[in-house]
């Protein structure tokens, strides 16, 4: 055990089953924190957290406690006494099929967002909140910059005429991240918000990631995913997990960060997965001429990297990382 071990404290990370949050509870106790962490109870079933109860260190560091953003007070226990939160837990694209009306998707991101920051609030332990956020925070409007940074905010009118089954996420992921900055600076919270991009890499979890189902579509053969590829901007899962704990410890983080470190069009991608996955039916270039949806815009790391941070993983880790748990976990 290394002297740095003892002294991390407690820290609290919601959503604690899904993509982002499970590899990041991993690498906090990796960093030497201890942590307790949210998931969603199951009654009919029970739910099988083996994913992160085997993870080094779980034995002794990892604490499991069962929330649900619907019931904001549900998190007080496993928030009481952290110094501080990773509020990652939301409600996901998958989620939203089920035909809830918009309002009923955004107010319920909304509420849970700033219930949660309210416990944080009371604690009066929780020194700092990092909210992950979404490039749908900032990517989807009408302006034509060639690159986007943090002071850019999705148009809510857009992403309506994008007419997308995820429509109602996206904009309650954009309405929820501007909430918590207000409730934050309202009530003299330290909350810094990250924004990341696609998310691809390996993963721990048992079920397939939305964001992966997106950016392996042409692997997956899913063509009606193809259109959120048209100019996608991609973050490995180990650098935004890193990316967090930096701003959890960084003194001077301040407001919102983006985290996203390549960019890649539809037709780069159809080259670079024929190229190194010869063994998958990859669509030509030539077939995905045709393809409508928005078009990303190229976003911009500069202020996480001007902090101190350094990117450590580029498209081929993204994409072997990904394929190749997607191999072990029977998805391909």
Known sequence: ??????EKGTVCVTGGAGYVASWLIMRLLDHGYSVRTTIRSNPEQKRDVAFLTSLPGASEKLQIFHADLSDPDSFDVAIKG????????TPTPTHFNSGEPEEVVIRKAID??????????????VKRVVYTSSAAAVDFN?????VMDESFWSDV???????????????????????ALEFAEEHGLDLVTIIPSFVVGPFICPNL??????ALSMVLCKPDQYNLLLNTCMVHVDDLARAHIFLLEYPNAKGRYICSSDVITIEEMSKFLSTNYPEFQIPTVESLKG???HKGH???????????????????????????????????
């Not at 990631?209 to 997106?214: C, F």
């Not at 990297?305 to 880790?317: A, C, H, I, K, V």
């Open 1 to 6: 055990m290394t002297e740095m071990e003892g």
């Open 82 to 89: 952290c110094v501080g939160v990773f509020h990652v837990a």
């Open 112 to 125: 849970g967002t700033v219930g949660i920051l309210r416990v944080c609030l009371n604690s009066k332990t």
């Open 142 to 146: 009408y302006k034509s910059a060639e």
């Open 157 to 179: 009118d857009y992403i309506r005429a994008l007419n997308s089954f995820a429509s109602p996420y996206w904009i309650s992921k954009m309405l929820a991240e501007k909430r």
């Open 209 to 214: 990631p939305a964001s992966l189902q997106a």
């Open 291 to 293: 393809i409508k949806g």
């Open 298 to 332: 190229a976003l911009s790391s500069k202020k996480l990297t001007d902090s101190g941070f350094e990117f450590r993983y580029g498209l081929n880790e993204m994409f072997d990382g990904a394929i190749q748990c997607c191999k072990e976990k029977g998805y391909l």
